[in-house]
């Protein structure tokens, strides 16, 4: 598919530590080869930072800064996250650690709603691009579309609300020169998303592209991200395991190299269209996903849609099943799911060095 966006810039491809994820210290010793290195998405650690927040003794960080450290004992290439914390120096010692540790920085913003809010993303801006992001990611709709809307009207004022959100904030990533990545969240299916970057048509907006999440809406994940891929500014790099239920079928992310997703394919379809696209692990550990796409309601967003779309997803679903028991996080304490998810994480990193060059 062509894209009618200019040819966008990115961070620079960073040299650094491979990141090896065995114990021993010798393991994260530099990276001489340039290769780049993959970095983590904040809610691959979700469920750390709610026991930051509740202060669990088993929480490894509580704010970007910490957050960046531990990623970095690691190996990993660089974050994205928000900044949150106020203090006027945050962001330059945000950039200070990063620079130090050959490590890049994304931000992650909330799009205004009204011109009363532009002041508050002006600033959030102004933090990421000090804290050394030229790259932020933001979400249209936090939930997911299915659960969020009961009819086509809901979903139809939604989308009026996200293309003011939008027009409110691309004057203000061209004043300072920071690309917005926008997530293929569950919200919108590749047709209505690309529809939307067509009629921003800016240099400044362009995708964070999720590798799993449009299977949510009956959308293959290679074609996701071939449809996508142009308008590449950042990515979310996930596996994904599925199984049949009986309203639908059930979605799980899973550690890199666990699921059924064409992982070298993608990154190398990635890395074609945007060669200085960084590679961000979202690896969220939780219960699996139903996805209702057998029921009435799910629907109610998507009553034109064909029903070959459906009937391809639910063949997939049916060749790909995992063999295995989808994670759960349920009935484990804290400190089990602590362990679960670095767990997750650690194995991914391992996976992607070895399989994918990341």
């Known amino acids: 598919m062509k894209s009618t966006l200019t040819r966008r810039e ?68 660089g974050v994205q996250a928000a900044i949150g914390s106020k203090e006027p120096d945050y962001p330059a010692k945000l950039r200070a650690k990063a620079e130090a540790w050959q490590m890049y920085f994304e931000g992650q913003v909330s799009l205004p709603n009204e011109h009363s809010d532009v002041d508050r993303f002006e600033a959030d801006l102004r933090a990421c691009r000090e804290a050394g992001a030229t790259v932020v990611r933001a979400a249209m709709l ?85 449809s996508l891929a142009p308008f590449a500014f950042s990515s979310h790099l996930k596996d994904m395991a599925v199984q049949e239920y009986e309203e639908g079928f059930l979605l799980s992310e899973v550690a890199l190299g666990e699921g059924f997703l064409d992982l070298e394919r993608i990154v190398a379809l990635l890395r074609q269209a945007n060669r200085k696209l960084q590679f961000n692990l979202e690896m969220i550990t939780r219960d699996p996903l139903k996805i209702p796409c057998l029921t009435e309601k799910y629907w109610a967003t998507m009553p034109t849609l064909p029903a070959r779309e459906l009937a391809a997803i639910l063949t997939l679903v049916r060749r790909h099943p995992s063999q295995k028991p989808l994670p759960r996080t349920t009935g484990l304490n804290t400190a089990d799911q602590l362990a679960l998810e670095d767990e997750h994480v650690r194995k991914s990193f391992a996976y992607a060095r070895r399989e994918l060059r990341l």
């Open 10 to 77: 990115m961070l620079a491809t960073l040299a650094g530590a491979t990141p090896l994820l065995a114990a021993a210290p010798s393991l994260f010793a530099a990276n001489s080869t340039g290769q780049k290195r993959l970095g983590v998405g904040t809610y691959s650690y979700n469920i750390h930072w709610k026991a930051a927040r509740d202060g669990h003794p088993n929480a490894r960080f509580k704010d970007a800064l910490e957050f960046l450290e531990y990623c970095h004992q690691f190996g990993a290439g």
């Open 142 to 226: 936090s939930g997911r579309r299915y659960e969020t809307f009961a009819s086509a009207e809901a979903f139809r004022q939604f989308a009026e609300k996200s293309w003011r959100s939008l027009t409110l904030a691309e004057p203000v990533l061209k004043k300072h020169r920071v690309r917005l990545a926008l997530e293929n969240h569950k919200d919108w299916r590749v047709p209505e998303l690309l529809d939307l970057l067509r009629r921003i048509s800016s240099e400044f907006v362009g995708v964070c592209v999720d590798t799993g999440n449009n299977l949510a809406l009956v959308e293959d994940p290679m074609a996701v991200v071939e």
